[in-house]
């Protein structure tokens, strides 16, 4: 699938039965605080450490600012490897919070979300809210809007800003003859010699799957393997695409792994790179504002994050999946004045001003809007984010990645816990894509 740069119901559960049974969709009686503010207590791990929070906390006090005295939002901090199991609990006691991220972000599957969450009517439709606010529904990306379109109704806040996903590198380490996106896998393989990887094994094993993404979409099909499953999900791994993918990511990571990849958590594979044990770490543009002033207390060994470049992955690809939940949606169990309050947020979020704040500080591209001058002036002065975004074009081939085909349990648990028995001969590559197929088919169950 190619983008311009500027531009399901499953059967419910035997738990999702007696959910509905029990009344899921009970309203609230009054969401006013003393002081007449309607509050919105909202658990999110946007928050704490997470690198998302450096946006999204400064964006709550804003919204709150402008709302002041009539709407509040007060975020409570969840671990991100703990929200999915959170949301579910609340879900099970009918204490929704009035606003949840999307599937696909905090560990939510699509899955519970459409067997349990959808199926029992837990969520509440923003068809009206787009049409009573459509300067704000111009924003949204066409794919995400269609995909949040269930039955008719508009199940989640769709996106307005994508965010491609490429790789950083520093450029005291690491000097590649030409840029990495002009790349063939082989060449980009043979370029760096003794060069390291930031490759992590524990949580998702986030950094190194997205290297596979982009391996697997390098191969013949495997753009179309990634894509095409996006919706409802990969649980076959057997494809030729992934298991030559598969092959060449077991001989990087015996090659040019940093000497902490087994065990290592995104933490880790982040400070490796950050302290010069690595060259190269792939991530989002989010990771950006760890490499400017202010950052330094991060880094060791000597480096400095002016030495860093970005650029997307060999074969011109960008790993990014338009066709998804969006962000968030509202529970239908939210009082009115509550789902007003969450509609504000929503408006707030999606507001060009803001979009436009939100890309200068993680990158993306916000494809539905006309940036002002002002935005492309500061844009410049962000390197690292104009690298990006300057390394993306008519040419470029936007890819889902595994994030987006496998099921969660897959995703944020097995792929981890099997790339050390790759990297230690323990599996062949076959054989790795058979356990992965297990382990998918196991998530059906």
Same mark, same amino acid.
């Given at each position: 699938?190619?983008?311009?740069k500027v531009? #399901? %119901? !499953?059967?419910?559960? /035997?738990?999702?039965?007696?959910l509905a @049974?029990?009344?899921?969709?009970?309203?609230?009686? &009054?969401?006013k605080?003393?002081?007449?503010v309607?509050?919105?207590k909202?658990?999110?791990?946007?928050?704490?450490?997470?690198?998302?929070a450096t946006?999204?906390?400064?964006?709550?006090?804003?919204?709150?600012e402008?709302?002041e005295?009539?709407?509040?939002i007060t975020?409570?901090?969840?671990?991100q490897?703990?929200y999915?199991d959170?949301?579910?609990?609340l879900?099970?006691?009918?204490?929704l919070p009035v606003?949840?991220?999307?599937?696909?972000s905090?560990?939510?599957?699509?899955?519970?979300f459409?067997q349990v #969450? %959808? !199926?029992?009517?837990? /969520?509440y439709?923003l068809?009206?809210? @787009?049409e009573?606010n459509?300067?704000?529904?111009? &924003?949204?990306?066409?794919?995400?809007?269609?995909f949040?379109?269930?039955?008719?109704?508009?199940?989640?806040?769709?996106?307005?800003?994508?965010?491609?996903v490429?790789?950083?590198y520093?450029?005291s380490?690491?000097?590649?003859?030409?840029?990495i996106?002009?790349m063939?896998v082989?060449?980009?393989?043979e370029?760096l010699?003794?060069?390291?990887i930031a490759?992590?094994?524990?949580?998702?094993?986030w950094t190194?799957?997205?290297?596979l993404?982009?391996l697997i979409?390098?191969?013949?099909?495997?753009?179309?393997l990634l894509?095409?499953?996006?919706?409802d999900?990969?649980w076959?791994?057997?494809?030729?695409?992934?298991v030559?993918?598969v092959?060449?990511l077991?001989?990087?990571?015996?090659?040019?792994a940093?000497?902490n990849?087994?065990?290592?958590?995104?933490?880790?594979a982040?400070?490796?790179f950050?302290?010069?044990?690595?060259?190269?770490?792939?991530?989002?543009?989010?990771?950006?504002?760890?490499?400017?002033?202010?950052s330094e207390?991060?880094w060791?060994?000597?480096?400095?994050g002016?030495?860093?470049k970005?650029?997307?992955?060999?074969g011109?690809i960008?790993l990014?999946n338009?066709s998804?939940?969006?962000?968030?949606?509202v529970?239908n169990?939210?009082?009115?004045e509550e789902?007003?309050?969450?509609?504000?947020?929503?408006?707030f979020?999606?507001?060009?001003e803001?979009?436009?704040?939100?890309?200068?500080?993680?990158?993306?591209i916000?494809?539905?809007i006309t940036?002002?001058?002002n935005?492309?002036?500061?844009?410049?002065?962000t390197?690292?984010?104009y690298?990006?975004?300057?390394?993306?074009?008519?040419?470029?081939?936007?890819?889902?990645s595994?994030?987006?085909?496998?099921p969660?349990?897959?995703?944020?648990?097995?792929f981890?816990?099997?790339?050390?028995?790759?990297?230690?001969?323990?599996?062949?590559p076959?054989?790795?894509?058979?356990e992965?197929?297990k382990k998918?088919?196991?998530?059906?169950q």
């Open positions: 699938m190619k983008l311009k531009t #399901a %119901l !499953a059967l419910a559960t /035997v738990m999702a039965l007696g @049974a029990c009344g899921g969709n009970e309203k609230k009686e &009054n969401s605080n003393e002081d007449g309607v509050e919105l909202f658990p999110t791990y946007l928050a704490g450490e997470n690198v998302g946006f999204f906390l400064p964006q709550v006090e804003r919204f709150n402008k709302y005295g009539k709407y509040k975020v409570e901090e969840v671990p490897a703990s999915a959170k949301i579910k609990q879900a099970q006691q009918k204490k606003l949840v991220h999307a599937p696909g905090g560990g939510i599957d699509t899955q519970w459409q #969450a %959808l !199926a029992n009517d837990m /969520v439709d068809s009206d809210f @787009a009573e459509p300067d704000v529904a111009k &924003n949204w990306v066409p794919e995400s809007k269609e949040c379109t269930v039955d008719g109704k508009l199940i989640c806040k769709p996106l307005s800003v994508l965010k491609p490429g790789l950083f520093n450029s380490m690491y000097e590649p003859e030409k840029d996106k002009d063939t082989e060449e980009f393989t370029s010699g003794e060069n390291k490759f992590q094994t524990a949580e998702n094993g190194t799957q997205l290297l993404s982009a979409a390098n191969e013949e099909g495997g753009v179309e894509n095409e499953n996006a919706a999900k990969l076959d791994y057997s494809d030729q695409a992934i030559n993918a092959t060449k077991q001989k990087m990571m015996q090659t040019n940093s000497a990849t087994v065990g290592a958590a995104y933490a880790d982040a400070n490796a950050m302290s010069k044990n690595a060259s190269i770490i792939c991530n989002g543009s989010w990771m950006s504002s760890e490499f400017e002033e202010g207390d991060k060791s060994n000597e480096f400095n002016a030495d860093v970005a650029t997307i992955y060999p011109n960008a990014v338009p998804n939940y969006g962000e968030f949606w529970s169990t939210a009082s009115d789902k007003e309050a969450a509609e504000a947020f929503l408006a979020r999606d507001s060009q803001e979009i436009e704040a939100l890309v200068l500080a993680e990158g993306g916000a494809p539905q940036y002002s001058e935005f492309l002036t500061e844009l410049e002065k390197p690292l984010l690298q990006l975004s300057e390394s993306m074009g008519e040419e470029t081939v936007y890819s889902a595994l994030g987006d085909v496998f969660a349990s897959v995703a944020d648990v097995e981890g816990k099997l790339l050390p028995k790759l990297i230690d001969n323990t599996l062949t076959e054989q790795f894509c058979e992965l197929t998918a088919e196991e998530a059906k």
